[in-house]
């Protein structure tokens, strides 16, 4: 039997690798991992649904296709999770909300569809907001999800579940979902890597109404491993329509040592830590840090140049349109479900309830205007480089980290520098950056032109080898 130390941070990459090259056996990495769910899980509260026979017999199964000499995928053997937002064939998807408590999906999203080509073995579902709805995880059905580097605190959202997972060392492979910073916030907050593909880079469905800022990508502990993930993930699926064509980049070639080496040189990139919105102030620890990790591109031939935009904030825009599309969803039968729901998701409901078509039409033509000045913006620098999200990890049982000059912040502008992004569909990605004098993660954000997603792994990849990260886990045993 293999050693917790052995599997629990080994990366995904080197795992497929082992598994190929025989060296390790997919059925002892998955009773590993599962032994320490069991013994972690309790605490942390990451996986809301596991599947520990379906995982052993996919393992078993894995370890035959090698014994036979079968051609294997990208990820074969591999252990990932599933966001409980997305559709799993024969696995129940609650959404974080008792009005889906006992769904069981007849079909598999695309990502999940593609994991399992590529070999990955699907351990279970983690945890979420309700719907999604906020940017720390917790729900009505399962409760909270604990930080790993310090469990009164939050992992952030909505992808908590799996930031937890990634964090802990409960698997090295977390799919999940972006409207808002679902991956790049809970990547800051427990010190992963959270990457945010273009618009339609991954395929999505089934579709939900706040669907035109939502993205699907990985979280993981190294930039290559996301890399890897994105290579599987990428490509067009019919039922998306928005999804983009297939494209011949390498994304596991954006992130080699010849890329980082040379794809950087020249290039002007924007440092920014204030959009001058007033949302919520940047702590002092998290600026320094980050801006420290930001100008360290310098040494791969960058020009880094600081910045503040002069771009009119968004938040508006983006409430109306995501939390409009979370009222499509819940709206019309809110008299039969109001006393399922999550007592903040229910107060958010009944403010954007009586918006009207105009109300919906002007957030849309608000986005277009600030994509122009977006768009300008990186006609002159090809990244920018932000704090991930202004703060560390906060304490639970909180929806958000508190008030500014006596007030709370609006919707999500405690987290001004991610959910833009999403408005212009961007890619963006969160990668750590450092600690906090008390050893809470920080994120560093990057957000690359449109469409370029290679870009941004390669820079993520030169601030992992400029400073790396993989020896830094939280004090969990």
């Given at each position: 039997?293999?050693?917790?130390s052995?599997?629990?941070?080994?990366?995904?990459?080197?795992?497929?690798?082992?598994?190929?090259?025989?060296?390790l056996?997919?059925?002892?990495?998955?009773?590993?991992?599962?032994?320490?769910?069991?013994?972690?899980?309790?605490?942390?509260?990451?996986?809301?649904?596991?599947?520990p026979?379906?995982?052993?017999?996919?393992?078993?199964?894995?370890?035959?296709?090698?014994m036979?000499?079968?051609?294997?995928?990208?990820?074969?053997?591999?252990?990932?999770?599933?966001?409980d937002?997305?559709?799993?064939?024969?696995?129940?998807?609650?959404?974080?909300?008792?009005?889906?408590?006992?769904?069981?999906?007849?079909?598999?999203?695309?990502?999940?569809?593609?994991?399992?080509?590529?070999?990955?073995?699907?351990?279970?579902?983690?945890n979420?907001?309700?719907?999604?709805w906020?940017?720390?995880?917790?729900?009505?059905?399962?409760?909270?999800?604990?930080?790993?580097?310090?469990?009164?605190?939050?992992?952030?959202?909505?992808?908590g579940?799996?930031?937890?997972?990634?964090?802990?060392?409960l698997?090295?492979?977390?799919?999940?979902?972006?409207?808002?910073?679902?991956?790049?916030i809970?990547?800051?907050?427990?010190?992963?890597?959270?990457?945010?593909?273009?618009?339609?880079?991954?395929?999505?469905?089934?579709?939900?109404?706040?669907?035109?800022?939502?993205?699907?990508?990985?979280?993981?502990?190294?930039?290559?491993?996301?890399?890897?993930?994105l290579?599987?993930l990428?490509?067009?699926?019919?039922?998306?329509?928005?999804?983009?064509?297939?494209?011949?980049?390498?994304?596991?070639?954006?992130?080699?040592?010849?890329?980082v080496a040379?794809?950087?040189?020249?290039?002007?990139?924007?440092?920014?830590?204030?959009?001058?919105?007033?949302?919520?102030?940047?702590?002092?620890?998290?600026?320094?840090?980050?801006?420290?990790a930001?100008?360290?591109?310098v040494?791969?031939?960058?020009?880094?140049?600081?910045?503040?935009?002069?771009?009119?904030?968004?938040?508006?825009?983006?409430?109306?349109?995501?939390?409009?599309?979370?009222?499509?969803?819940?709206?019309?039968?809110?008299?039969?479900?109001?006393?399922?729901?999550?007592?903040?998701?229910?107060?958010i409901?009944?403010?954007?309830?009586?918006?009207?078509?105009?109300?919906?039409?002007?957030?849309?033509?608000?986005?277009?205007?600030?994509?122009?000045?977006?768009?300008?913006?990186?006609?002159?620098?090809?990244?920018?480089?932000?704090?991930?999200?202004?703060?560390?990890?906060?304490?639970?049982?909180?929806?958000?980290?508190?008030?500014?000059?006596?007030?709370?912040?609006?919707?999500?502008?405690?987290?001004?520098?991610?959910?833009?992004?999403?408005?212009?569909?961007?890619?963006?990605?969160?990668?750590?950056?450092?600690?906090?004098?008390?050893?809470?993660?920080?994120?560093?954000?990057?957000?690359?032109?449109?469409?370029?997603?290679?870009?941004?792994?390669?820079?993520?990849?030169?601030?992992?080898?400029?400073?790396?990260?993989?020896?830094?886990?939280?004090?969990?045993?």
């Amino acid at each position: 039997m293999l050693t917790e130390s052995e599997v629990s941070y080994r990366s995904a990459f080197d795992i497929a690798a082992d598994v190929a090259a025989r060296r390790l056996s997919p059925v002892e990495v998955v009773e590993t991992l599962l032994a320490r769910i069991g013994r972690l899980n309790p605490v942390l509260n990451a996986y809301c649904t596991l599947v520990p026979e379906q995982a052993l017999e996919e393992g078993r199964q894995a370890e035959a296709a090698v014994m036979r000499g079968a051609i294997l995928g990208p990820l074969h053997g591999v252990p990932v999770s599933i966001k409980d937002l997305i559709a799993t064939r024969g696995i129940r998807t609650t959404r974080g909300s008792r009005i889906w408590e006992n769904w069981v999906p007849e079909q598999d999203a695309p990502v999940v569809e593609r994991v399992r080509a590529a070999g990955a073995i699907v351990l279970g579902k983690t945890n979420t907001p309700e719907i999604g709805w906020k940017g720390v995880t917790d729900n009505p059905v399962f409760g909270a999800t604990r930080n790993p580097w310090n469990v009164s605190r939050t992992p952030g959202g909505s992808t908590g579940g799996g930031s937890a997972q990634v964090a802990a060392g409960l698997g090295p492979i977390a799919i999940g979902t972006d409207g808002g910073g679902s991956l790049r916030i809970p990547a800051a907050f427990t010190g992963c890597y959270g990457f945010k593909p273009s618009f339609g880079r991954v395929p999505m469905y089934p579709q939900s109404p706040n669907a035109s800022v939502a993205h699907c990508g990985p979280l993981t502990n190294t930039v290559r491993d996301a890399a890897l993930v994105l290579s599987v993930l990428a490509g067009p699926d019919d039922r998306d329509r928005l999804s983009l064509p297939a494209s011949d980049t390498s994304y596991l070639e954006a992130v080699s040592e010849r890329a980082v080496a040379t794809s950087l040189r020249g290039l002007k990139v924007a440092w920014c830590a204030d959009f001058g919105w007033g949302y919520w102030p940047v702590e002092p620890e998290v600026l320094n840090v980050t801006r420290s990790a930001a100008h360290r591109l310098v040494d791969f031939g960058c020009d880094v140049l600081e910045v503040r935009p002069d771009w009119l904030g968004p938040i508006e825009a983006w409430n109306a349109i995501f939390y409009g599309g979370i009222v499509g969803q819940v709206g019309p039968t809110l008299e039969q479900t109001r006393q399922l729901l999550d007592p903040g998701l229910l107060r958010i409901i009944e403010t954007y309830l009586t918006d009207s078509l105009q109300a919906f039409v002007q957030a849309d033509v608000a986005r277009t205007s600030f994509w122009d000045q977006v768009r300008h913006f990186f006609g002159q620098y090809a990244l920018l480089l932000t704090p991930t999200v202004p703060l560390p990890a906060f304490p639970l049982d909180q929806d958000t980290p508190g008030t500014v000059s006596g007030r709370l912040p609006n919707g999500l502008g405690w987290s001004l520098f991610t959910y833009p992004f999403n408005l212009t569909g961007q890619p963006a990605a969160s990668l750590p950056a450092g600690l906090t004098s008390d050893g809470q993660p920080i994120g560093l954000q990057i957000v690359g032109r449109r469409h370029a997603d290679a870009l941004v792994l390669t820079a993520s990849a030169a601030l992992e080898a400029a400073q790396p990260w993989g020896d830094r886990r939280p004090p969990l045993n």
